[in-house]
């Protein structure tokens, strides 16, 4: 499986995982994910410096359940 290949299972090192809040379903942990990887993706691609400030509202925003 190559670079931005799906896996049922995957091996990750404990530190760089969180546990998913007993609150929060499967799919809204793994909404939170992809939006929050998004905007990263997207302050990396226009070049944001330390200390500016970035305002991504569509990132904050994840289905509930």
Do not use: D, F, W
Not at 4 to 16: F, I, N, R
């Amino acid at each position: 499986m190559g670079p931005g290949s799906h896996a049922e299972y995957v091996l990750v090192p404990e530190t760089q995982v969180v546990p998913k809040p007993a609150t929060l379903g499967r799919e809204a942990a793994g909404a939170q994910y992809v939006a929050g990887a998004t905007a990263l993706a997207a302050t990396k691609a226009v070049g944001v410096s330390e200390g500016e400030v970035v305002a991504a509202p569509a990132a904050a925003v994840a289905p509930t359940g």
